[in-house]
């Protein structure tokens, strides 16, 4: 079973697509497994960055050296590796600072 390894893009144009992403990965000898675009959940409007899965922590590193800083329709990339997503349970103290009780 392969690792399956994820990039953070940001500073992406907002009406870049999946496909001119992927494009711009294999025109530069990184082959991509998916793409994932980040749009508001209310509006749908891309917020300008996404995640790029790639097949090991090889290509990972090259990706990052070979796309991070570089343009896509005049906006220098921000290529590195993705964080695990924060926890979002948990907080049940939401505004208690506030309360006064």
Same mark, same amino acid.
């Given at each position: 079973? #392969?690792?399956?390894?994820?990039?953070? *893009?940001?500073?992406?144009?907002?009406?870049? #697509?999946?496909?001119?992403?992927?494009? %711009?990965? /294999?025109?530069?000898?990184?082959?991509?497994? #998916?793409?994932?675009?980040?749009? $508001?959940?209310? #509006?749908?409007?891309?917020?300008?960055?996404?995640?790029?899965? *790639?097949?090991?922590?090889?290509?990972?590193?090259?990706?990052? /050296?070979?796309? $991070? !800083? +570089? /343009? @896509? +329709?005049?906006?220098? @990339?921000?290529?590195?590796?993705?964080? =695990? =997503?924060?926890?979002?349970? !948990?907080?049940?103290?939401? !505004?208690?600072? %506030?309360?006064?009780?």
């Amino acid at each position: 079973m #392969t690792q399956v390894s994820k990039l953070y *893009v940001g500073n992406l144009d907002f009406s870049t #697509t999946e496909g001119e992403l992927k494009t %711009h990965f /294999e025109q530069n000898g990184i082959q991509v497994s #998916t793409i994932n675009l980040i749009t $508001d959940k209310y #509006t749908g409007r891309a917020k300008g960055f996404g995640f790029v899965e *790639v097949e090991s922590e090889e290509v990972l590193n090259k990706a990052i /050296e070979a796309l $991070d !800083g +570089k /343009e @896509l +329709k005049g906006r220098k @990339l921000t290529v590195n590796k993705a964080k =695990p =997503p924060k926890d979002r349970t !948990g907080g049940g103290n939401f !505004g208690s600072r %506030h309360s006064r009780f």
